[in-house]
Every structure is written in structure tokens, then in C-alpha cells.
């Protein structure tokens, strides 16, 4: 128990001391995860929305792929980013290895199909009164769409909550595609990942406080739009 | 205008409907009873269900209309063009909910929401009007009224109507389309269809009853008299002026040789009897008043005890209150 209390009063004297180190990796993990997840619901969301509502050729097998993304180990997405952005890959021109633009791409590859099967499951569920009204209305497709976003919505911002939290909390995909070089491309995970290895347990705590109170203040919003619309 | 052919297997019902021609204005009420196919027909011809290689564009009532997210004012107005919004909430305001169109559509009751999707789809602009059960789940003294708003609304546009109540056929109907078992059995005026069904299985749906259309003449409280052809009928109804329809079934007429007087009924006519059928254990007298036809349904006993062949010079009395009379 003495262990324990130890690591807690060193947390606390890490937040008490915290300076422009901890603010910079509180905000790249925003910037990183909030772009991420931007992306992926922006990608996403009309997929899923295609997946959920359309009849068209295909539609099964990307189904399939959706919900095999929607488990994808994230440390996979980030190999497939190294390679995809090493110097001498295919996308090596960009030069974006080793910075947040390559975190925010290997992440969004992971938001994209949580956003996307989360949706189609939500518009899939809708009853079959709405399915039936909705096509006797013969809307043409965008404005279809849109009905269908705002009839879907508890669960589309479902969708936007499992994104963001998937993201902001893998450390996988950031790690190989970032490289957690301090000042430039740590986040909250890899810095908890690092003060863990190096045995300082009150930092690795304190980041991991801050990390919960982040998804707390995200969801807990997320949550109150959800509510409002019931 | 011709509706396309329909042709579906689902199981249980094997829907198999040839295509039906229909005149401009002409509305076919489709009736049958329930899993017959009358759903499963329309929304096929809508091209909102299967069955139909070539769907016509049709403004359609699903049986359950939905209400979406947002005002009763943008359910309203969803999928019709800017042109058609006055329209639409001119119908809106004839159908009684104009003052709940600020309301979230999910707050309204069954019957406004029912009422709402009415006024959507009428403002619609197609040829072709689709309507699944549009009076079943209003109330009853509403019926007529939110019928004759639909009639002025559908216009000389063609029209198919699903329905499963004589009444609101006799209402909306010119044409009544019988669909027994997934095939449309017997297709014809409404008064024909009713007075005269094809066989005893139509018969049996229909019900065997007399449907007389007319010009109200004047009312006392409640009771209506109608002027039908050159003959007056007494019955009960909320209809005060114009034409309305008078409903009776064919077992409330009494039937008597000869000459009588006397009795309660308020109408009395004599006729002479045109056409006697046997319908399983009874027999219906198409009995000839004047210029209107009566159907009457007796006991093979009476027919036999009164002599009552084609020719027989008969009474046929009817109480006021066994005929309900409808504005139309």
C-alpha cells in the first residue's frame, strides 16, 4: 500500500509541476485525435450511411471489410502507414513520416470504418414504417441522405463517440507511424507508454488521469447532444 | 393510364395481377380482406416493393405513414417541390391540423400524423394516386368528411385506394376492384360490384348490399331523405345537402307479396322482382322499384312460400334506421 500512495503523491506533484511539456502533449493529442476523428466521421458517416441504406453491387464484401476494420488491431494500421510513407514507399515523396500528419492519417484509417459500421448498423435499425415512408417520398439521394442522418442520429453520434475514443486512446498506430520523439510527435499515450517503461509510475499516472478526464469531457458531451435529441 | 403488371411470390401469397387500365380520374377502390395481396399490390405498382418490371411514378400513402424527426411544417413539406407547398398546407388546413404544423411531428397524435402524411401526399403532383387505408385510422364521424377532401384533392388524376370497409369504398370509389388471393376476381362500378358480385366468394367479401347514390333532398334531425333515380329513401346520416350515398345491407329488406300498409318502415316501394340468385343457403331478389334496383336477401322458404319468381309483383319495405346515408 506504501507503493501505491507513493506513485499517487508523485501524480499529484506531477500535475502540481506541470509546465509547457504537458500542455504541448494535452494538445498534439487533441489536434492528432480530434483531427482523426473529423476525418473519419466526415468518410465515414456517408459510408456508412451507403452500407446501411443502399442496395447496390458489393455492398456485402464492404460490409464485411467495415466490420473487419472496425477490430483492427491499430498497431497493424500503423505498420501499413510506415510502409505506405517510408522513404522509399510509395507515398515517401510526402515526407510526413515520423510528424502528426502520419499519425492523424494512420488514425483516421481507424475512425473511418468504427464511424462508418456504427452508422450503417444505426440506419439499418430504423423501422421499417420510416424505410418504407422514406422511399415513398422518392427524395433524390443527397437529401435522402440527410433525412436519414437525422433519423439515425443517436446513433450517429454513437458513432462519432466509439471514434474518438478508439483513437484517442490506441497508442499502437501513433507509436510506429510518430515515433514519440519528444516536443514533436508524443501524445498522451505514448508518454504514459515511455514514463512506464522508465519506472516513473506518478507521471505515467498523471497522464493517464489527464487521458481519462479528456474521453470524460468528450463523451460527457456527446452524451448530452444524445440525450437532447430523445 | 395503365397500371403495370404485378406478379410476386412471397410464400404464403402469390400475387398475380394482369395490367389494369385505367381512365383519367377513374379511382379503383381495391378491396379485400386482410393478406389478400391489396398492400403488397400497391407498393409494387409504386416500385417501392417488388413485383412490378415497370413501376409507375405515383404519389403514395404507405399504410403506416412515419413520422420523421423535426416540425410537423418540414414533415409536411418533405419531398415536394416549392411550388407545391402552398398545396400542401392548404390540404393541411381543410384536413384540420394546420395549427399543429409548429409542433414536433412526434408529439402529434396517430391521427394527426395520419393526417399530415394525407396532406403530403396529395400535394404531390403525380398522375398516379397510391393510397393505403387512408380512413382507417381516423375516427369515424371524420371519415366522410377527410374522404371528400381526398376526392377534390385526386381530382381527374387516376387513382387505386385500399380499403377493406364498404363504407369508405362506397365513399371514395367509382370503381371497386375485389382482390381475393392475390388476383383482382371481379372489377366493376361500385353499386354494381356490391349489388351484383360475380360469385359467392366475392359475395361473401363484399358482403351482399345495396349501395344507392343521390341528392339529399332535406333532413329532419338526424334522418336524411335522398332523392335516388325517381324515387326518396329515408335514412340516417350526418350528410345535410349535395350527393350523398345510402348503404343498406341486403338482409334488412323485407320483402311482401302483393300490396301492404300499415307498417313502420319508412320506405315502402313497389317493384317487381328482375333477377332471383342463390347464394349458398339463401337467395337474393334483385327487385326493380321504379328506376333503381333493390337487393333483397331471403330465405329459399320465403321465396318458395311467396312464390317470388322473375316477374312477381312484390312490396319491399326498409326501416330508416337500417340505412346509413354519406355525403359524397
Redesign the interface.
Known amino acids: 500500500m506504501e507503493f501505491l500512495g507513493e506513485v499517487l503523491r508523485d501524480a499529484l506533484s506531477f500535475l502540481a509541476d506541470a509546465g509547457p511539456e504537458l500542455r504541448r502533449v494535452l494538445g498534439l493529442t487533441l489536434a492528432v485525435s480530434g483531427t482523426a476523428t473529423i476525418i473519419g466521421v466526415v468518410v465515414g458517416v456517408p459510408l456508412g450511411v451507403a452500407l446501411g441504406w443502399g442496395r447496390f453491387r458489393g455492398r456485402g464484401p464492404l460490409l464485411a471489410l467495415v466490420n473487419t476494420g472496425m477490430g483492427m488491431p491499430p498497431v497493424l494500421a500503423g505498420l501499413f502507414f510506415l510502409l505506405l510513407l517510408w522513404r522509399d514507399g510509395p507515398l515517401g515523396a510526402w515526407g510526413v513520416l515520423f510528424t502528426p500528419t502520419a499519425m492523424i492519417l494512420a488514425q483516421a484509417a481507424l475512425a473511418i470504418p468504427i464511424a462508418a459500421g456504427i452508422t450503417a448498423g444505426a440506419v439499418r435499425g430504423l423501422?421499417p414504417?420510416?424505410v418504407?415512408?422514406?422511399?415513398?417520398?422518392?427524395?433524390d439521394r443527397w437529401?435522402e441522405g440527410r433525412?436519414l442522418v437525422?433519423?439515425a442520429?443517436p446513433g450517429v453520434l454513437a458513432a462519432v463517440a466509439a471514434a474518438f475514443g478508439r483513437v484517442v486512446a490506441e497508442v499502437g498506430a501513433v507509436l510506429v507511424v510518430g515515433g514519440n520523439i519528444q516536443g514533436e510527435t508524443r501524445v498522451l499515450t505514448t508518454a504514459i507508454v515511455q514514463e512506464a517503461r522508465q519506472a516513473r509510475f506518478g507521471a505515467a499516472v498523471a497522464l493517464g488521469f489527464v487521458l481519462l478526464i479528456v474521453a470524460l469531457i468528450v463523451n460527457g458531451a456527446l452524451t448530452w447532444l444524445q440525450l437532447r435529441?430523445e | 393510364m395503365l397500371l403495370p403488371a404485378v406478379r410476386l411470390d412471397v410464400g404464403d401469397l402469390v400475387l398475380s395481377v394482369d395490367e389494369q387500365p385505367l381512365h383519367d380520374g377513374e379511382r379503383i377502390v381495391l378491396f379485400g380482406p386482410n393478406g389478400a395481396g391489396k398492400t403488397s399490390y400497391v407498393?409494387a405498382v409504386?416500385g417501392?416493393g417488388p413485383g412490378a418490371d415497370d413501376p409507375v411514378?405515383a404519389a403514395?400513402?404507405?399504410q403506416?405513414?412515419?413520422a420523421?424527426?423535426?416540425s410537423g411544417a418540414a414533415n409536411l413539406l418533405?419531398?415536394l417541390a416549392p411550388a407545391r407547398h402552398a398545396t400542401a398546407q392548404a390540404l393541411a388546413a381543410e384536413l384540420g391540423i394546420a395549427d399543429v404544423l409548429l409542433r414536433p411531428a412526434r408529439a402529434l397524435s396517430g391521427g394527426e400524423r395520419h393526417r399530415l402524411?394525407l396532406a403530403r401526399?396529395l400535394a404531390r403532383p403525380e398522375p398516379l394516386v397510391l393510397l393505403d387505408e387512408p380512413l382507417a385510422p381516423l375516427d369515424v364521424r371524420d371519415r366522410a368528411a377527410v374522404a371528400r377532401v381526398i376526392a377534390r384533392a385526386i381530382g381527374h388524376r387516376a387513382a387505386v385506394i385500399v380499403s377493406h370497409d364498404r363504407e369508405e369504398a362506397a365513399i371514395l370509389g367509382g370503381t371497386l376492384a375485389v382482390m381475393v388471393d392475390g388476383s383482382i376476381r371481379q372489377r366493376g362500378p361500385v353499386t354494381e360490384v356490391f349489388a351484383l358480385p360475380d360469385d359467392d366468394d366475392i359475395a361473401a367479401i363484399v358482403g351482399v348490399g345495396n349501395v344507392l347514390r343521390g341528392e339529399v333532398n332535406r333532413t329532419r334531425g338526424a334522418l336524411v331523405e335522398l332523392a335516388v333515380g325517381d324515387q326518396t329513401l329515408w335514412g340516417m346520416g350526418d350528410a345535410a345537402s349535395g350527393p350523398a350515398t345510402a348503404l343498406f345491407g341486403a338482409e334488412a329488406v323485407t320483402v311482401y307479396a302483393g300490396s301492404v300498409t300499415g307498417g313502420s318502415a319508412r320506405n315502402v316501394w313497389s317493384g317487381r322482382v328482375m333477377a332471383t340468385r342463390e347464394t349458398g343457403r339463401l337467395v337474393e331478389l334483385v327487385v326493380g322499384v321504379g328506376a333503381i334496383e333493390v337487393v333483397a336477401l331471403i330465405t329459399p322458404g320465403s321465396r318458395d312460400a311467396l312464390s317470388l319468381q322473375v316477374g312477381a309483383e312484390v312490396t319491399v319495405a326498409l326501416k330508416a334506421t337500417a340505412v346509413r346515408i354519406v355525403g359524397t
Do not use: I, K, N
Not at chain 1, 418504407?132 to 427524395?139: K, Y
Open positions: 423501422s414504417d420510416a418504407e415512408q422514406l422511399r415513398a417520398l422518392g427524395l437529401s433525412v437525422r433519423e442520429w435529441t | 407498393r409504386a417501392v411514378a403514395y400513402l404507405p403506416r405513414p412515419y420523421f424527426r423535426g418533405m419531398g402524411a401526399v
